[in-house]
């Protein structure tokens, strides 16, 4: 019921940025937290940053003082912006939403990744 579409991944250079996308759709009351997740091949998906409503971002210990997340509530959008990007942030990117629908049932809805290569 809720739709999350992903954009802005690509190929750059090691020391490069990226700012990549997600907008939430569908009959949402409200999103509580909006997350960017990544998964490496053979690797496991793993969060790289999350903001909840009225809290503080946090962030994995590997991506700290590069990336920033970042929400518009009016859009149900969020942003991720990385800096200073490594080859080891290669992975597919994809963004995750929990909410409430219009009729008060949960949700949670994973868009389909975009992909993010950095090159050495």
């Known amino acids: 019921q809720v739709q999350l579409v992903e954009s802005g991944g690509g190929l750059v250079q090691a020391g490069g940025s990226l700012r990549l996308s997600c907008a939430a759709s569908g009959r949402i009351r409200s999103i509580n937290t909006m997350d960017w997740y990544h998964q490496a091949p053979g690797n496991q998906r793993e969060l790289v940053a999350s903001?909840?409503?009225?809290?503080?971002?946090n962030y994995a210990d590997s991506v700290k003082g590069r990336f920033t997340i970042s929400r518009d509530n009016a859009k149900n959008m969020v942003y991720l912006q990385m800096n200073s990007l490594k080859p080891e942030d290669t992975a597919v990117y994809y963004c995750?939403?929990?909410?409430?629908?219009?009729?008060?049932?949960?949700?949670?809805?994973w868009g389909q990744g975009t992909q993010v290569t950095v090159s050495s």
């Open positions: 995750y939403a929990a909410g409430t629908l219009d009729w008060g049932i949960p949700f949670h809805s």
């Open positions: 903001i909840t409503t009225g809290g503080p971002p």
